[in-house]
């Protein structure tokens, strides 16, 4: 079992930015896949960014050179620098963790709105 815990959501005006980070406990936190995911009012669940255990990268085509994802195995945690805010950003942001199942936290609000 691995929980994780989302934090750093919150409003932000257009062009700002905002720092995610999500703390994972109950495991091997460096063999897991971690990812952000988002869904926005009325859509379905998408991927943000994903960072494997070897630190490989990939991003939605909506994020990329907008958003970074890091992850520090020393403190368990996996972090989504989001910069260049856009409206069209705002969603509930969960974090998740994947090896050979999946875990979800309980999500954090990003609203970004002038």
């Known amino acids: 079992q691995v929980q994780l815990v989302e934090s750093g959501g919150g409003l932000v005006q257009p062009g700002g930015s905002l720092r995610l980070s999500c703390a994972a406990s109950g495991s091997i936190f460096s063999l897991y896949t971690m990812g952000w995911y988002r869904r926005a009012p009325g859509k379905q669940r998408e991927l943000v960014a994903a960072?494997?255990?070897?630190?490989?990268?990939n991003y939605a085509d909506s994020v990329k050179d907008r958003f970074t994802i890091s992850r520090d195995n020393a403190k368990n945690t996996v972090y989504l620098q989001m910069n260049n805010l856009k409206p069209e950003d705002t969603a509930v942001y969960y974090c998740?963790?994947?090896?050979?199942?999946?875990?979800w936290g309980q999500g954090t609000q990003v609203t970004v709105s002038s």
């Open positions: 998740n963790a994947k090896r050979f199942t999946n875990f």
């Open positions: 960072i494997s255990s070897g630190g490989s990268t």
